[in-house]
């Protein structure tokens, strides 16, 4: 499984911001899709789970947040709204195949394919 991340950028506090992941090379439907992110200096943090059955969210992008995928397109998006500076990361989307521990695992789930990241920018 192969994901390509993209849609980074710089922009200002409380703008918007869309990020794509493609996959190719695995069955698009029997994966679990994620983001994680990963700031300067910091560990790297889960974002979002998504698994078709239930969507898991970190406290921090909970209602700021959200994550769509294109089954036609075997893309996932993440949705990001009202950034702040503390939004500032390398962002990494993931999949997992899609078991029931995974799926319950949610945000905890072990993630065995990641993309490049991509580098979101936040200014004051």
């Known amino acids: 499984v192969q994901l390509q991340a993209s849609g980074g950028g710089l922009v200002q506090a409380g703008d918007s911001l869309r990020l794509s992941c493609a996959v190719s090379?695995?069955?698009?439907?029997?994966?679990?899709m994620g983001w994680f992110r990963q700031a300067p200096g910091k560990g790297r943090e889960a974002v979002v789970s998504?698994?078709?059955?239930?969507?898991y969210y970190a406290d921090s992008v909970k209602g700021r947040f959200g994550i769509s995928r294109d089954n036609a397109q075997s893309t996932v998006y993440l949705l990001m709204n009202s950034l702040k500076p503390e939004d500032t990361a390398v962002y990494y989307c993931?999949?997992?195949?899609?078991?029931?521990?995974?799926?319950?695992?949610?945000?905890?789930?072990?993630?065995?394919?990641w993309g490049q990241g991509t580098l979101v920018t936040v200014s004051s």
């Open positions: 090379g695995g069955t698009f439907s029997k994966l679990i």
């Open positions: 993931a999949a997992a195949p899609k078991t029931l521990d995974a799926i319950v695992a949610g945000l905890s789930a072990t993630f065995d394919y």
């Open positions: 998504w698994s078709g059955y239930r969507t």
